[in-house]
């Protein structure tokens, strides 16, 4: 076993070893009616308002793959960009190692549809940038706004996480201002990356902080139906969240997020919210993008199977035609 695959293993087995502690940690003073009727007792337009928000955020999903398919100037049309963005993170996200799972279902499409390994690994590395890229500005915003919550956790000043809000939106300003003016491209053995035009990271900022701000949205709507939740509190939740999946790895935020926003909230966050976010803004997603990746991977290899049909056909056709050719042209030269 390579060390690259040890430690892929270690990652995993710890993360969802933490998953299911933090879950059991949260869980374990509920019986399950009582989680049952706690995501009962949220009303159903509060679940579809948070829904709609869900939607938002897959939809700016897109847009993360849009952008790296055109900084490989490729002009894949949208709908196919959409496509193997939906199916690779709704899946990806849910299952553990995002980077990793939803890489390898984007290889299958980008690749099926022409694209090289160095596009694919571009389009990947882009996306992971705007992820990060929005992740920090939302970070910045609430910390600079709500630095009260995010102090209390972390157990700092409130100075202090002020200041960690300004170097977020400072590195935000700093990748803008190496998009205009740095042209030199970052060389990884035959790979060249430059960085991306300025008009495509203003795309990763706005997209990026968008579809942060849409997640938090969704976690705020199923907790506003027990107690008067802000949406700067549910956004700090969200983001201190983001920060504890990172260092645990834990697959899909499973536990980590559910008992981090729960420490951060207090009774504000109902067990019956946290339930209901990980349903709409995973589970819904999941099992939709699954069987949708089987439809998907039926249709590519029956086109498969019949252009190697039609190739069979034309090669088939073609040895025929010439074997009548050879045939009449020795017909012709038979004496009388």
Request: glycine share 8%; aromatic share 10%.
């Amino acid at each position: 076993m390579t060390a690259k695959k040890f430690l892929t293993y270690l990652m995993l087995v710890v993360g969802f070893g933490a998953a299911f502690y933090l879950l059991y940690h949260t869980f374990r003073d509920y019986t399950v009616d009582q989680v049952v009727q706690s995501v009962a007792d949220i009303p159903p337009v509060h679940l579809a308002i948070a829904l709609v928000f869900a939607f938002g955020s897959y939809l700016c999903l897109t847009g993360f793959d849009w952008a790296g398919v055109r900084y490989v100037k490729n002009d894949l049309p949208y709908r196919k960009i959409a496509l193997a963005s939906f199916i690779a993170l709704s899946i990806g996200q849910s299952v553990g190692l995002s980077g990793l799972s939803s890489g390898a279902l984007r290889y299958r499409y980008y690749a099926h549809w022409g694209m090289s390994t160095e596009d694919v690994a571009k389009i990947v590395l882009l996306s992971g940038v705007t992820v990060g890229i929005g992740m920090a500005v939302l970070t910045g915003i609430v910390m600079i706004l709500n630095p009260a919550d995010a102090a209390g956790v972390l157990k700092l000043s409130e100075s202090v996480v002020t200041m960690i809000g300004i170097a977020c939106l400072a590195v935000t300003a700093l990748y803008l201002l190496l998009a205009a003016t740095l042209r030199t491209p970052l060389k990884i053995r035959s790979w060249s990356f430059p960085m991306p035009t300025l008009k495509i990271a203003l795309a990763q900022v706005v997209i990026g902080t968008i579809n942060f701000a849409l997640v938090a949205a969704c976690l705020r709507e199923v907790m506003a139906t027990t107690a008067d939740v802000s949406y700067l509190k549910a956004a700090t939740a969200f983001v201190l969240a983001n920060m504890a999946i990172l260092i645990t790895h834990a697959p899909g935020g499973l536990g980590v997020l559910e008992a981090t926003v729960r420490h951060v909230m207090g009774n504000e966050a109902s067990i019956g919210a946290l339930v209901a976010f990980r349903v709409i803004y995973f589970f819904v997603p999941f099992f939709i993008g699954l069987p949708l990746s089987l439809i998907v991977e039926a249709v590519f290899r029956a086109r498969k199977a019949r252009r190697k049909g039609e190739g069979h056909a034309e090669v088939h056709g073609e040895a025929h035609r010439k074997a009548h050719g050879e045939a009449m042209a020795m017909a012709e030269t038979r004496p009388a």
